[in-house]
């Protein structure tokens, strides 16, 4: 089994920043094959926002590139989400997701509400 626990979250101004984190432990962390983040607003489905595809292979939603940014540190199975010039239809719920190929099964997070006032 993996849990992801994730952290970062808050309440921000506009064009403000903040930094999510989320590491993964257990077992089978061995078996993750991607790590990423999704999100959900109120009343919305949850949205991929930015995720790695492979080591270096990155992809995010057209509504953040140029603002956030993902990263990943292997050696602490964890991945990091750099939100930069936040704006208010940033709120959501942001959550962790690691991926496993061979199955398609999905890991998540609990989630981490991010608030961006104006």
């Known amino acids: 089994q993996v849990q992801l626990v994730e952290s970062g979250g808050g309440l921000v101004q506009a064009g403000g920043s903040l930094r999510l984190s989320c590491t993964a432990s257990?077992?089978?962390?061995?078996?993750?094959?991607?790590m990423g983040w999704y999100r959900q607003a109120t009343g919305k489905q949850r949205e991929l926002v930015a995720t790695?595809?492979?080591?270096?292979?990155?992809a995010y939603a057209d509504s953040v590139k140029g603002r956030f940014t993902i990263s990943r540190d292997y050696a602490k199975n964890s991945v990091y989400l750099q939100m930069n010039s936040l704006k208010p239809e940033d709120t959501a719920v942001y959550y962790c997701?690691?991926?496993?190929?061979?199955?398609?099964?999905?890991?998540w997070g609990q989630g981490t509400q991010v608030t961006v006032s104006s």
């Open positions: 997701n690691a991926k496993r190929y061979y199955d398609h099964y999905d890991y």
């Open positions: 257990g077992r089978s962390t061995g078996s993750i094959d991607a």
């Open positions: 790695f595809r492979g080591p270096t292979v990155t």
